[in-house]
Every structure is written in C-alpha cells, then in structure tokens.
C-alpha cells in the first residue's frame, strides 16, 4: 500500500537518532515483524528513491520509526512535525521473521538493528514466547530505546565496545554465555554485517537455528530493479536474491557472508 500517513509523534532519542511515529491502521493490522516500509524523504534528487526503514514497532493503529540521521534523506524525515504527512510504501518484503510456536528466543541485535527487533519482541511476548535480548552498541551515545524491552518484560544484556555500558565488548559475549546457560528454540538478529556473520556462526556452533535481517541499498523496493541482489547458498550452490521482495530476513545458514 502506498499512502500518506499523519505523524503522531517525531522526537530523537539519541544526538543521530530519530524516532517518527505514524497513524497507518491499514498496515498497522497487516505488517510481521522483519517488514519493512519505502519512505519518500524529500524533494530535489531524494524524490527519486525512497528510503528502506524497518516497522520498529506497532501499538495499536500506529507504526513508529527508529532510524540513524545518517544523509539527505533521513535529515529530512527526522525534521517532520506532530501533523506533517509522510508518503509511506508499506508493509513490504516477504521474507519475515517466524517465529516458533512455544519455546524460548534470544534477540541479538546491533546498533540500529534494534530497529525491527522490537516489533518482533512485541510480537513474540503476544504469542507467549519466553525472549531474551543481548544488545550491542559501539558506546552509551549508542544506547536508546531499551526501555521498549524492558516494558515488555524482556530481560535485556548489553555489551558496548568501549565498556560505557554493561560488559565491554562485542554483543557475541553475552550470546554465548546465554547459549551455554541454556538452548532456545531459535535466535533472530538484525545489526552490521560482521555481527551477523558472528551470530551465525555461534548459532551454527550451538546447534540453535538462526534468522538474520539484511540490508542492502535500495531503489524499487519491490523486487523490480534487482538493485538489491544478495548471494545466498543452499545445497546446490550460490544464487541471487532480493534482500526487498525475498528478504530481508534470511535463514542463517542460507546468507552467503564472505561475499
Ligand atoms: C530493509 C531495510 C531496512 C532498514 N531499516 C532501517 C532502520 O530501521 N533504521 C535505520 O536507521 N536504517 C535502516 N536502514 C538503512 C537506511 O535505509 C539508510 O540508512 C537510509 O536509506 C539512508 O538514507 P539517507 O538519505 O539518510 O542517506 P544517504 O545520503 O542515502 O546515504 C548516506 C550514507 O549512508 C550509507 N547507507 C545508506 N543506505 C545504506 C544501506 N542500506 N546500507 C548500508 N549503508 C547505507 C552510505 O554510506 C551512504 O553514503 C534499512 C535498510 C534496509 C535495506
Ligand atoms: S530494490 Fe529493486 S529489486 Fe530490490
């Protein structure tokens, strides 16, 4: 669906980061965790391409927004006012998170990929699923938005590399004390690409299936372009997906990292 939504709320939570929250009740109904929305950021050239933000989160009929203000286009999404109108393509991407019936998850996720893993907490929560969550972020300016968890009941453990907050190090510490205390049922993870890599890894390691969020630079945003072409690899060999229509969420095992 491609349609101007009402901003609600716009505020930073962190000096690079911005939250929009949206009044969208028609994807709000619809959208799974791991979708994600193509967002018109502006006139001049960045009317030409939208920008691929994750649906972070779903209270009731409104979608919020977490999202770096990294160039042009986030800039001016992150200038919108409570009232402002924001062209919206959305819910878009197939390949979602899924999640298992019973069990217990672990969220692993990596600076603003704690973006789209809080819509699949709130998810997860609802269904009855027992989550964790480790958290990692370069430093405390990096740090935001955990509340969202904490709110949900979910036990959150951060790693920063510079030790600002909890333990020093990569968010792999506290995943893989958490997989030697005990087996969940399966990871989900959003964060940068060699934090993914690692997370596979450890997953495949400790016998855990594992579903990762990938990015890509984006134009269409649905499948038309092949701008967004991903190497994946199953049994009989290499091939190419698109991160927009068949991701962004991969299986693990599947993602071809050392391309
Ligand atoms: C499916 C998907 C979901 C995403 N969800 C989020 C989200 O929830 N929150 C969030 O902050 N970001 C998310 N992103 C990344 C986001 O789309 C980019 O940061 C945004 O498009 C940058 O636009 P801009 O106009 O601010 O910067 P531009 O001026 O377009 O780019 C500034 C610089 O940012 C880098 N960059 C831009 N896009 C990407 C990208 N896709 N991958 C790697 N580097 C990039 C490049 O180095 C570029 O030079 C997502 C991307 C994808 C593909
Ligand atoms: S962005 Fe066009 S095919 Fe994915």
Same mark, same amino acid.
Not at 9 to 22: I, N
Not at 153 to 167: F, L, M, R, W, Y
């Given at each position: 669906? $491609? ?10 939570? &962190? ?12 994807? /709000? ?6 979708? *994600? /929305? ?19 989160? %779903? ?7 977490? *999202?770096?203000? $990294?160039?042009?286009?986030? @800039? ?6 409570? +009232? ?8 878009? +991407? ?20 704690? &973006? ?23 430093? $405390? ?16 453990? %951060? ?21 030697? /205390? ?15 890599? &690692?997370?596979? @890894? ?5 016998? %855990? ?12 945003? %649905? ?9 994946? $690899?199953? &049994? ?15 299986? +693990? ?7």
């Amino acid at each position: 669906m $491609k349609k101007e939504f009402t901003v609600v709320e716009a505020r930073m939570v &962190a000096p690079h980061v911005a939250s929009l929250t949206v009044l969208a009740p028609e994807v /709000a109904e619809i959208c799974k965790p791991g979708q *994600f /929305a193509h967002v018109y950021c502006g006139g001049g050239v960045y009317s030409l391409t939208r920008r691929p933000l994750s649906i972070s989160k %779903v209270e009731g009929d409104k979608l919020g927004f977490l *999202f770096h203000v $990294k160039g042009e286009g986030t @800039k001016w999404l992150a200038d919108r006012k409570q +009232g402002d109108l924001v062209d919206i393509m959305a819910p878009l +991407g197939s390949g979602c998170y899924e999640l298992p019936e019973n069990g217990n998850i672990i969220i692993a996720a990596g600076g603003i990929g704690l &973006a789209p893993v809080i819509h699949l907490a709130q998810v997860a929560v609802a269904k009855g699923l027992t989550v964790s969550m480790v958290f990692g972020a370069r430093d $405390k300016d990096n740090v935001y938005c955990l509340e969202e968890l904490e709110r949900l009941g979910i036990p959150v453990q %951060v790693a920063t590399e510079d030790g600002s907050v909890g333990g020093r190090g990569f968010v792999t510490a506290p995943l893989e004390r958490a997989l030697q /205390a005990e087996k969940p049922t399966g990871i989900f993870s959003c964060g940068p690409v060699p934090m993914l890599k &690692a997370v596979v @890894k450890l997953a495949k390691q400790y016998g %855990v299936p594992v579903q990762v969020s990938m990015e890509e630079r984006m134009a269409c945003g %649905v499948g038309a372009c092949k701008g967004c072409v991903t190497t994946v $690899k199953d &049994a009989n060999g290499t091939h190419y997906k698109n991160v927009c229509s068949d991701g962004p969420v991969f299986k +693990g095992e599947e993602v071809f990292f050392d391309e």
